[in-house]
């Protein structure tokens, strides 16, 4: 099974930007989508988006969209989350989780499910 | 896209059965038969513990189960264990591969 391993903690600027990456270990991205998910402290856990790598198109939550961007290189396996102009409350854990797609040569059928998860990044805005 | 609704916390003694309830909309929880369970522990990643409603990954034991009625999903845990204790939060997809997470539930073995 893939494993996500993740950049490490970020301190930034309110203002400023941060970009967090997600690289698959022992496996491609190929048959994966990523999502991005945050947690502040407390809280439950906040989708922010994902993308599937061998399709490329990303998707966004509402609240996230024109602040989050989600890209993936699929040379190197790694799936990146840029969320721009920070402010004190994005303050989080940031994880990523990936979603499996079985694909045969004409179709992907997509597992709806995150089953695997990165073990976070934290991301301090101050 | 609102967050689903958990109750805040649930208890139980070892051995007693627990249910979490989950509750969203009919454009989420209610449309699809997608919703997920996960645990987390204090300073770790959330883990899969239920999947479409009701499907188990391996190695999750048998005594978690799921199930959904209308805009609301369930995580039964019978015979509760001291190692049950951690928050659990559920995820329903909500369409053009977005999704919606739960305000989650922090479960106490008595």
């Known amino acids: 099974q893939v494993q996500l391993v993740q950049s490490g903690a970020e301190v930034k600027k309110p203002g400023s930007s941060v970009k967090v990456s997600c690289k698959a270990s022992?496996?491609?991205?190929?048959?994966?989508?990523v999502n991005w998910v945050r947690q502040t402290p407390g809280q439950g856990p906040e989708w922010l988006g994902g993308?599937?790598?061998?399709?490329?198109?990303?998707t966004y939550a509402q609240k996230f969209q024109g602040r989050v961007t989600i890209t993936a290189d699929k040379s190197t396996s790694t799936a990146y989350m840029e969320l721009n102009s920070l402010r004190s409350e994005d303050t989080a854990i940031y994880y990523c989780a990936s979603v499996t797609l079985d694909c045969t040569t004409t179709s992907c059928y997509y597992f709806y499910y995150m089953d695997v998860w990165g073990m976070g990044t934290t991301v301090t805005v101050s | 896209q609102s967050a689903l609704t958990q109750p805040r916390s649930v208890s139980g003694s070892p051995g007693q059965s627990v249910t979490i309830s989950c509750t969203g909309t009919?454009?989420?929880?209610?449309?699809?038969?997608?919703v997920s369970w996960h645990q987390q522990n204090p300073g770790k990643a959330p883990k899969l513990m239920i999947y479409d409603v009701s499907k188990r990954p391996s190695g999750v034991p048998d005594r978690f189960s799921g199930s959904k009625s209308g805009n609301t999903a369930s995580l039964t845990i019978s015979g509760l264990q001291a190692e049950d204790e951690a928050d659990y939060y559920c995820?329903?997809?909500?369409?053009?591969?977005?999704?919606?997470f739960g305000t989650g539930t922090k479960v106490t073995v008595l």
């Open positions: 995820c329903s997809y909500a369409g053009d591969y977005t999704y919606v």
């Open positions: 993308i599937i790598p061998i399709f490329g198109a990303a």
């Open positions: 009919s454009s989420d929880v209610g449309d699809y038969n997608y």
């Open positions: 022992g496996g491609t991205l190929n048959n994966h989508a």
